[in-house]
């Protein structure tokens, strides 16, 4: 069992509904407005699937899997190298908690801190390394997508907008269409 929430626009509300209510065995969806006004967040708890079920995937759930997605070496094709990354990330953390205004580190941040983990967690799986980077990774991608939800436009959402339910099953495709799409407009 697990906990979900979704921050939508109520025009995507019923899709939403549709899509969880189709992929897992859900308690009664509870909806609650958004702190913006222009969305609602959606409330459930939902059990995993019978594992066999998984087997009899349709063409659909196939189109929102990883093949959905940019390749890793598509879209970090261009990304500087990963000591560069982690010492970008440092400092700009830095920057930001020493500022005498409180400033807060922008989406660059978050796409860019995800992307990294990301990359290092791809890293480890090609070593055949088991040692949770993946979760870490996917935890930065939730992040991403959270602030993502919580603002308007600056993402592409494409394929799949942060409230999409392929986004939220694939975290890190998600980091990895932004980051696409980010870098090739550097």
């Not at 791809?122 to 997508?145: F, K, M, P, Y």
């Amino acid at each position: 069992m697990f906990d979900i929430r979704i921050i939508c626009d109520p025009a995507d509300e019923q899709d939403i509904t549709r899509a969880l209510t189709a992929a897992f065995e859900c308690d009664p969806i509870q909806r609650r407005p958004a702190h913006n006004g222009h969305r609602v967040r959606l409330y459930t708890k939902a059990f995993h699937p019978d594992p066999a079920a998984l087997l009899n995937d349709t063409p659909e759930t196939t189109e929102a899997g990883p093949t959905a997605w940019p390749a890793p070496e598509d879209a970090y094709a261009t990304a500087p190298g990963i000591t560069y990354e982690i010492a970008w990330t440092a400092s700009t953390a830095r920057t930001a908690t020493e500022s005498p205004h409180g400033d807060d580190v922008d989406r660059e941040y978050w796409l860019r801190k995800a992307a990294l983990l990301d990359r290092i967690a791809l890293e480890h799986e090609a070593d055949g390394v088991r040692n949770g980077t993946d979760e870490i990774a996917a935890h930065a991608a939730r992040q991403l997508i959270e602030i993502d939800q919580d603002t308007e436009g600056d993402y592409s959402g494409a394929p799949y907008g942060p409230e999409h339910p392929a986004t939220l099953a694939h975290p890190r495709g998600y980091v990895r269409q932004e980051y696409a799409r980010w870098s090739d407009n550097q």
